[in-house]
């Protein structure tokens, strides 16, 4: 099974689960974040074969579902002494009317959104906690680290990093002492080169969020797909790539035909195709895709078993989508 170190010693598989679909919808007014109505004795389930299969690295925040993806993870695996439980914060929630938002880094907000997490996760102290607020101006984000500083002093948290996909922000904060890992966007069609060696020379984790580009990766999506109305694809948000207009990306979907083979090879499945690319582009790489029920935990989880894609199929692939040129 492929593994790791991480920067507290110990060893965990290099594929984790990431919680964000199982969090359901908010109910904020306005665009959706989440992705749709989700099933809890399916979540539940899937957690638990997760864990079963190897996984150790649990995924979550504070604002998925306003916190219910954390109360599942609290309830199902924080009795699990070897699990590490990651959260975010950065948002203000309201569990019970189950709304996430607005911003809020300030010292009194960074503290009572994280006892709400410790608090929902069922643990006294959170392995990883992560700023949640990608491309936050350093300025604002500076004094929310102190806080997280304090925070580790006292045996809250053990850890921090910043989910963020802006390298100049990171190179700013990387270097304090218990700044150990970066959430960022990380697949096939998004190498992150700048911020990759950054992580690579100074051996921070990068968690990869979105290694099956919103699960595009997994080729189940047609041309003609049309996603839910309260699926955050569906949405018109500027950062989202691989779907437009509640429907897949075109252009992805071609590039993504033509990688089929080789995402395939050794009797692999697409999506275990894409996160054994991930485990071979990088070392400091830990992908944690999402899922919805225990059939697509151990789908991704078997990726650890087949292991990192060879050098001769990653070269394939580069020069496959080389030829392609860069997308807008």
Request: hydrophobic content about 40%; aromatic content about 8%.
């Amino acid at each position: 099974m492929t593994s790791m170190m991480l920067w507290n010693g110990r060893s965990v598989p290099r594929i984790g689960l990431g919680c964000w679909a199982i969090g359901g919808p908010n109910l904020n007014e306005g665009p959706s974040t989440s992705y749709g109505d989700v099933d809890d004795t399916q979540s539940r389930a899937a957690l638990r074969r997760g864990y079963e299969m190897g996984a150790r690295v649990f995924d979550t925040a504070a604002g998925y579902g306003a916190g219910h993806s954390e109360r599942l993870v609290g309830e199902e695996i924080a009795k699990y002494d070897d699990a590490m439980i990651v959260t975010k914060f950065g948002y203000r929630v309201d569990e019970a009317a189950r709304t996430s938002g607005p911003n809020d880094v300030s010292d009194a907000g960074v503290r009572k959104t994280i006892d709400g997490s410790r608090q929902r996760l069922r643990r006294d102290r959170i392995d990883l906690m992560l700023l949640h607020l990608n491309g936050l101006p350093i300025e604002e984000a500076r004094p929310a680290f102190d806080t997280l500083d304090d925070l580790v002093a006292k045996g809250w948290i053990g850890a921090y990093g910043w989910s963020s996909d802006f390298a100049d922000g990171i190179a700013d904060v990387i270097d304090r002492p218990n700044f150990v890992a970066v959430e960022n966007d990380f697949n096939v069609f998004t190498p992150a080169s700048e911020l990759m060696a950054l992580l690579e020379q100074k051996k921070i984790v990068s968690i990869s969020r979105l290694p099956l580009a919103m699960g595009l990766l997994t080729g189940k999506y047609r041309p003609d797909t049309k996603m839910a109305a309260n699926d955050v694809r569906a949405q018109g948000y500027d950062w989202l790539r691989f779907f437009k207009n509640g429907a897949p990306s075109a252009a992805y979907l071609e590039r993504l035909e033509a990688l089929k083979a080789l995402l395939q090879t050794g009797g692999r499945s697409l999506a275990q195709g894409a996160l054994g690319w991930i485990l071979a582009k990088s070392p400091q790489a830990l992908p944690v895709p999402g899922f919805r029920n225990a059939a697509q935990v151990e789908d991704n989880l078997v990726a650890l078993e087949k292991g990192p894609l060879s050098a001769e199929v990653m070269a394939d692939i580069e020069a496959t989508l080389s030829s392609f040129g860069d997308l807008a």
